[in-house]
């Protein structure tokens, strides 16, 4: 067993760690740094303690998830390290490259795992992508859009995400998901334009973007917006052969709000009626979405400590033991 300790209590830390990493077998939360309020009746097996350093003098545990604001993730996470923990950082990783490539230095020496929480390869619609484009459905692909808008047109001006800082700003939340993505799929681009901006009346961080990755033979368009009461598609794809077009985030999201663990019955499955739409030279079809995973995620985290500790250890340790 794993014992995994969660930095931050808000959004993040419970309803995308605590709640995934729950149902993962190996892993348990074992303790929570939350600075005020009570202890989460709905984790009555974790303790909640109120400093970092409270956590790290605790040597049983040996992961650490970092789910606090962007521009403290860099100090949280090298102090979790000099610890010798291990870590999972929120997207996104640093607010700078230097504090991430000092974090990456750190871990190597160390022989720790390190890495940022992207959990959105584990997307059905995703999962769905990347499955057409190693059959080659498609034929070459020409063009790449992927789009994460939402309609929120007031501000929040007490929100971290919202304020004029590093790190803040919906190109540092949504798009680290959308690149990251893209650069799964396709590597390194050639070169990249991007508009960055604002769009709402009075908003101090930017709310939309658009961006372009330069691949030879074809580009990767990515876009979010929170003034989107008609959402662009989530995936369009257009190949020499065909063409795919998915409308709708995935479910896993809104599963996890409601409370509902993962590992029921049909979690990650997406109704037919949002499933993606393949169009050739016969026609259309529809194309059913592989269910999404967010627990492999920690699957793979907790298989990639077993390797580290039995690399530093010298002996071979297994799951379970």
Partial sequence: MIDVGIVGWGFSGKTFQARVIRSVPGLRVAAVVRRSGEPDPEFPETEFLRSLSELLAQPEIQLVVVATPNQSHFQIARDCLR?????????????????????????AQSGLVLTV?????????????????????????????????????????????????PGAGVLFDLGAHLIDQTIVLFGTPTSINAD???????????????????????????????LAATPRPRFRLWGT?????????????????????????????????????????????????????????????????????????????????
């Fill in 83 to 107: 610890a010798g923990k291990h870590v999972v950082i929120e997207k996104p990783f640093t607010p700078t490259y230097r504090e991430a490539a000092e974090l990456a230095e750190m871990a």
């Fill in 117 to 165: 929480y992207q959990n959105r390869r584990w997307d059905g619609d995703f999962r769905t992508v990347r499955r057409l484009l190693a059959e080659h459905s498609l034929g070459r692909l020409v063009r790449y859009e992927s789009n994460f808008d939402r309609f929120r047109p007031q501000l929040r001006p007490g929100a971290w995400r919202e304020r004029a800082e």
């Fill in 196 to 226: 960055v901006r604002i769009e709402r009346n009075g908003a101090a961080a930017d709310d939309a973007f658009d961006v372009t990755l330069h691949y030879p033979g074809m580009r990767a368009v990515l876009g979010a917006s929170v």
């Fill in 241 to 321: 052969e065909a063409a795919f077009t998915k409308y709708g985030l995935d479910p896993q999201e809104e599963a996890l709000k409601a409370g509902n663990p993962p590992g029921e019955a049909g979690w990650g499955k997406e109704d037919e009626e949002r499933w993606g739409n393949l169009e050739d030279a016969n026609g259309s079809s529809r194309v059913e979405t592989e269910a999404g995973d967010y627990p492999d995620y920690f699957a793979n985290i907790r298989d990639a400590i077993l390797s580290a500790e039995s690399s530093r250890s010298g002996r071979t340790l297994l799951f379970g033991e």
